[in-house]
């Protein structure tokens, strides 16, 4: 069974730091973008960042650039999301994804382009 698992959530006070990760398992997604997104209490899911399967190329919400940092280790068939400066906003349910691409340079930030989805972390900031 394809699965991805996200883990590091938790309460954290405001200023501080998390890192996510999200593993793979069932098979390697290796050669895949892969993206994170979250879901705010009472609003949509948003994007948050994605990386090339190369990881070579990343992309970023504008509001998150300089505070959060998407990387991967691809011999561990795992990516991570660095979270700092973390303030209220930022609580949400934190999705992996992995899209539907195979050697694709160009990251995607549509939820279209998203074939496996974790089930989420939930990362809560306290004021």
């Known amino acids: 069974q394809v699965q991805l698992g996200e883990s590091g959530g938790g309460l954290v006070q405001a200023g501080g730091s998390l890192r996510l990760s999200c593993a793979a398992s069932g098979r390697t997604f290796n050669n895949n973008g892969m993206g994170w997104f979250r879901q705010a209490p009472g609003k949509e899911r948003e994007f948050v960042a994605a990386i090339a399967w190369s990881g070579n190329s990343v992309y970023y919400a504008d509001s998150l650039k300089g505070r959060f940092t998407i990387s991967r280790d691809n011999a561990k068939n795992t990516v991570y999301l660095e979270m700092k400066s973390l303030n209220p906003e930022d609580t949400a349910v934190y999705y992996c994804?992995?899209?539907?691409?195979?050697?694709?340079?160009?990251?995607?930030?549509?939820?279209?382009?998203?074939?496996?989805w974790g089930r989420g972390t939930q990362v809560t900031v306290s004021s």
């Open positions: 994804a992995a899209d539907r691409y195979y050697y694709s340079e160009p990251v995607r930030r549509w939820e279209y382009e998203y074939d496996y």
